[in-house]
C-alpha cells in the first residue's frame, strides 16, 4: 500500500515520516546573522543550539537525531573527540555540516576523510595554496544529483559566500554545483561514513542565503534525511 501511494504522497510534498526530529545546532567560533535560525522554523524539527565547546562535554546520542554544524572550531579537545563527535558518528546518527564549519577539527583526518569528505585550507600546505573566500557572490546552483536532499528543487540562483581550494575527496556523491569561478565546483554532498548520514553544504553565509527558499528546502531536506525521517526510509535504505 504504500509503494502504491507512494508517488502521490511525493506529488504532495508530504515526504516526512515520524515525530520531528530532534536536532542539535552547535554554532562559536565564528560569527553569524540571527537569521540563521529561521532554517529551523519548521514543524517537522526539534531543535536546540548549544554551542561549541559546551556541546561536546557530554554524550548527547540519547537527545539527539542530527547533529548540524555552524561553528567554526579548527581544533578539539581529545576526550571531547573519542566520547561525544566519535560516539555520536558510530551510532550512525545524522550529520549536518553547514558552511564555515568545513573548517571545523582540520587536522583530524578520521574527520575530513571519514566522515565528512572534505577540509578548508586554513594556510598553505607545501606546493598547495590556502582555500579562499568571497563574499557576495551570485552562485547559480545546479542540482547534480536527484537525492532525497534535492528533492523539490531545481537550479536556482543564491547571493552567498564562495570557497574555493578546499580538499574534497573524490569518493563523495556531488548534490550540487556550480560554475562560479570563484568557488570550487561543489557546493553540496554526501559525506562517507559507512553508517552515519553525512550532508555537507557550502552556502549559508548571510541573511540572502538564509531567507532564499531554495537554501532553506535544502537544509530541511538535508535534516530529515540524516534524521531517517524521509518517507522512503519506511520502504528501505536510500543513501
Known amino acids: 500500500m504504500i509503494r502504491l501511494l507512494l508517488p502521490f504522497l511525493l506529488l504532495a510534498g508530504e515526504c516526512f515520516a515520524g515525530s520531528p526530529?530532534?536536532?542539535?545546532?552547535?554554532?562559536?567560533?565564528?560569527?553569524?546573522?540571527?537569521?540563521?535560525?529561521?532554517?529551523?522554523?519548521?514543524?517537522?524539527?526539534?531543535?536546540?543550539?548549544?554551542?561549541?565547546?559546551?556541546?561536546?562535554?557530554?554524550?548527547?546520542?540519547?537527545?539527539?537525531?542530527?547533529?548540524?554544524?555552524?561553528?567554526?572550531?579548527?581544533?578539539?579537545?581529545?576526550?571531547?573527540?573519542?566520547?561525544?563527535?566519535?560516539?555520536?558518528?558510530?551510532?550512525?546518527?545524522?550529520?549536518?555540516?553547514?558552511?564555515?564549519?568545513?573548517?571545523?577539527?582540520?587536522?583530524?583526518?578520521?574527520?575530513?576523510?571519514?566522515?565528512?569528505?572534505?577540509?578548508?585550507?586554513?594556510?598553505?600546505?607545501?606546493?598547495?595554496?590556502?582555500?579562499?573566500f568571497k563574499h557576495d557572490e551570485g552562485i547559480r546552483v545546479k542540482v547534480n544529483l536527484q537525492h532525497p536532499v534535492t528533492d523539490g528543487l531545481t537550479d536556482f540562483t543564491i547571493e552567498d559566500e564562495t570557497y574555493k581550494g578546499m580538499w574534497i575527496s573524490p569518493k563523495v556523491s556531488i548534490l550540487l554545483t556550480t560554475d562560479n569561478p570563484n568557488s570550487d565546483g561543489p557546493l553540496a554532498w554526501l559525506g562517507l561514513h559507512p553508517k552515519a548520514r553525512v550532508v555537507y553544504i557550502q552556502l549559508g553565509h548571510g541573511s540572502s542565503a538564509h531567507r532564499n527558499p531554495n537554501f532553506q528546502r535544502l537544509v530541511r531536506n538535508a535534516i530529515l534525511w540524516a534524521g531517517k525521517r524521509w518517507l522512503l526510509d519506511a520502504i528501505g535504505p536510500h543513501r
Open 21 to 132: 526530529v530532534k536536532v542539535l545546532v552547535v554554532t562559536g567560533g565564528h560569527d553569524h546573522d540571527p537569521s540563521f535560525y529561521s532554517l529551523f522554523d519548521d514543524a517537522r524539527i526539534a531543535a536546540r543550539v548549544d554551542p561549541h565547546p559546551n556541546a561536546f562535554t557530554r554524550d548527547f546520542r540519547e537527545q539527539t537525531d542530527v547533529l548540524v554544524l555552524y561553528d567554526m572550531v579548527p581544533e578539539m579537545r581529545e576526550e571531547d573527540k573519542r566520547n561525544s563527535l566519535r560516539a555520536f558518528v558510530e551510532a550512525g546518527k545524522g550529520i549536518v555540516v553547514l558552511h564555515h564549519a568545513i573548517g571545523d577539527h582540520n587536522t583530524w583526518p578520521w574527520w575530513y576523510e571519514d566522515v565528512i569528505g572534505g577540509r578548508y585550507r586554513f594556510r598553505p600546505e607545501g606546493d598547495t595554496p590556502a582555500s579562499t
